[in-house]
């Protein structure tokens, strides 16, 4: 249709995509004979079969084993490669990755080893398609502080290729103000900050990440909207959110796409982006949220190109070259 060839075309930042979350079942099965490691599938329809969740702690679990294929720096830049092959297709410009350390190091697989083979595939990308990016360290907030620090002190001699510091996992029970001394070492770092926050938690969450973590830009953010006094503060700070439509239907944070509040963010003034979370398992790349949602929700053309203008504004990027995407 003309909407969908519309999105195509619409060059855009992808500012909310666990590289982890991109791996696709064909990819997992690849690696697991690559690596000789097991995997409690016998097909990739059967995987894709198990991707039915109810809650984010329903898909963390099939996550976290997923990535467990992940072995050596080849097979890092080979999932970082897959991505930027969907997201050229996509006319992804520019794209601002999450990974999760914490995931690879628990298992023995060194920090060196994820930064080099992500970073290759960084490059490669920027040589084939012209796509710049950057990486977001993740810290595991079911994890201890302790464990956050131990994952920072490992990113020091790799400062010059980290961009900002985030926060995943398990959201409840799991509070901003638990990760406050490690993202005021990260901030002393040089490293900017965002936060997931307002996924499945309460607006008090996305307080803590504004107050106390101090963030850049906030993941997710969908239950702010519970909070009329939050609004007007993200709306007039001008911050980010990074919102993930297709995610936000798989893991039950709106029961229905007809009811995704993306049009009502943008009417109370938000700086609203849309992204993909974990493409592989959410059932789409960044065009195919923009769809969606436009589709579900009504969006029209000034609506469509305000989230794609907001996806620079909102990138971590020196402002010149935000004004050459614009
Ligand atoms: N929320 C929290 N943690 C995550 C997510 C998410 O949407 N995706 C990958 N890790
Ligand atoms: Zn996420």
């Known amino acids: 249709t ?20 991109s791996l696709e079942p064909e990819l ?15 097909s990739v329809e059967a995987v894709r079969a198990a991707y039915s969740f109810s809650n984010l702690q329903d898909f963390l679990d099939i996550y976290y084993q997923g990535a467990d294929v992940l072995r050596t720096e080849e097979d890092f830049r080979d999932l970082a490669s897959a991505y930027f092959d969907r997201a050229a297709a996509d006319n992804v410009a520019h794209a601002e990755i999450f990974f999760d350390p914490q995931t690879h190091t628990d298992r023995g697989i060194g920090f060196d080893i994820v930064m080099r083979g992500l970073t290759a595939g960084m490059d490669d990308a920027h040589a ?38 985030g926060l995943d996992s398990s959201e409840m029970g799991h509070p901003p103000e638990k990760f406050a001394r490690v993202f005021e070492a990260a901030a002393a770092l040089g490293l900017k900050r965002v936060a997931h926050a307002g996924e499945e938690g309460p607006p008090d969450y996305v307080r803590q990440a504004l107050d106390v973590l101090k963030i850049d830009r906030l993941d997710h953010g969908n239950r702010s909207l519970e909070d ?12 980010t959110l ?13 029961g229905d796409m007809a009811d995704h509040p993306i049009d009502r963010m943008l009417a109370e003034g ?9 493409p592989a398992y959410f059932g789409g790349y960044v065009n195919d ?20 203008r907001n996806s620079f504004l909102g990138a971590f990027l020196p402002q010149e070259e935000i004004a050459a995407h614009l």
């Not at 997992?28 to 016998?42: E, G, S, T, W």
């Not at 938000?270 to 974990?278: A, E, F, G, K, P």
């Not at 969006?299 to 190109?305: I, K, N, P, Y």
């Open 289 to 308: 949220n923009f769809q969606a949602a436009a589709e579900a929700r009504g969006l029209g053309r000034e609506a469509l190109l305000t989230l794609a």
């Open 228 to 239: 009329p006094s939050l609004v007007a503060r993200l709306a007039r700070e001008q911050m």
């Open 28 to 42: 997992m099965f690849a690696l697991a004979k690559r690596n000789q490691v097991a995997i409690p599938y016998d």
């Open 270 to 278: 938000l700086r609203v982006t849309i992204n993909s979370d974990d």
């Open 242 to 254: 990074t919102v993930c439509p297709l995610s936000n239907l798989k893991l039950c944070v709106v």
């Open 128 to 165: 084939r398609y012209g796509i710049t990016s950057r990486l977001i360290l993740c810290f595991l907030r079911h994890l201890d502080e302790e464990a956050a620090f131990a994952t920072l002190r490992m990113a020091e001699p790799w400062l010059h290729r980290i961009e900002a510091v």
């Open 2 to 21: 003309d909407l969908a060839a519309f999105i195509a075309r619409l060059p855009k930042a992808e500012l909310h995509m666990h590289i982890e979350g």
